[in-house]
């Protein structure tokens, strides 16, 4: 089997008021990323992670924070756009690690239904993705509720 793995990392400062989505959901009303898109932070990685273990370069390349094109766009739709091209190459997902960093608002309670929306979204069972949720303990813009971040990886396979 070709298997190919992929990193991806984003990170989004935050502002008063809006919607914070994080893995296709919403997990805030009272906060916000500073973004072109919706600045899903979890999703941004997932995709980096996919085009890292393709060798296509990185999300900005594909979807410019500098086009109209993608102002306010749904992440989703660059998960869906990329995982599309991916597939057409012959290569589907094995399996998917993501890490949210950030200190508001707490995710435990969001876990499972992030872990539910991108497995779908990936097209994969519940049981090959994970994802964890974490803080920077009060340290940089992070641990003090300014940005949040997420790590994602992802291994992909093609044939037997």
């Not at 805030?28 to 072109?36: D, K, L, T, Y």
């Not at 900005?60 to 597939?87: C, H, I, M, P």
Request: proline fraction near 2%; charge should be neutral.
């Amino acid at each position: 089997m070709d298997l190919r793995i992929g990193h991806g990392y984003d990170l989004h400062r935050l502002k008063e008021g809006g919607e914070l989505m994080l893995g296709g959901v919403c997990v805030s009303r009272q906060i916000s990323p500073v973004a072109h898109s919706d600045g899903d932070v979890a999703i941004h990685a997932l995709v980096d992670a996919l085009l890292g273990a393709m060798g296509w370069g990185d999300i900005g390349e594909w979807f410019a924070n500098t086009d109209a094109k993608w102002k306010q766009a749904a992440s989703r739709v660059f998960l869906e756009t990329v995982l599309k091209k991916v597939r057409e190459e012959g290569f589907a997902v094995v399996n998917a690690d993501v890490t949210i960093l950030a200190e508001k608002p707490k995710l435990k309670a969001y876990k499972p239904q992030i872990r539910q929306v991108l497995a779908g979204l990936l097209g994969v069972d519940q049981g090959r993705v994970n994802v964890k949720a974490g803080t920077n303990e009060g340290c940089d813009a992070i641990g003090r509720g300014e940005a949040l971040a997420a790590h994602a990886v992802v291994l992909i396979g093609r044939g037997e």
